[in-house]
């Protein structure tokens, strides 16, 4: 099991950017696909973006493409999420989650047996 700390929201205005962090301890951290999801009030959570084991493969939703960047520090423990062009519907509890399997794949939530306890993230117009 891992135990996963999200820290770095906050209240940011359109346009403004904002970096998450989420720092994990337990199991060996550099074995798992890492990944970070948000829901908005009165939504289901939904993917955002994760990024396997090594940091050399990533994903993310159309809805952030271009604007967000996951990355991460193996040596730290340490997975980011760096935001960028924020905009009002970006409003989000974010969540960072840790996959199940080691070297696993996939984005769906199932894939995700770790979570945070949330990091609230509002963008105001």
């Known amino acids: 099991q891992v135990q996963l700390v999200e820290s770095g929201g906050g209240l940011v205005q359109a346009g403004g950017s904002l970096r998450l962090s989420c720092a994990a301890s337990g199991r060996t951290f550099s074995n798992y696909a890492m990944g970070w999801f948000r829901q908005a009030p009165g939504k289901e959570r939904e993917f955002v973006a994760t990024i396997s084991w090594s940091g050399g493969s990533t994903n993310y939703a159309d809805s952030v493409k271009g604007r967000f960047t996951i990355s991460r520090d193996n040596a730290r423990k340490t997975v980011y999420l760096q935001m960028s062009s924020l905009k009002p519907e970006d409003t989000a509890v974010y969540y960072c989650?840790?996959?199940?399997?080691?070297?696993?794949?996939?984005?769906?939530?199932?894939?995700?047996?770790?979570w945070g306890q949330g990091t609230q993230v509002t963008v105001s117009s």
């Open positions: 989650a840790a996959h199940r399997f080691p070297y696993g794949l996939g984005k769906a939530e199932g894939d995700f047996g770790s």
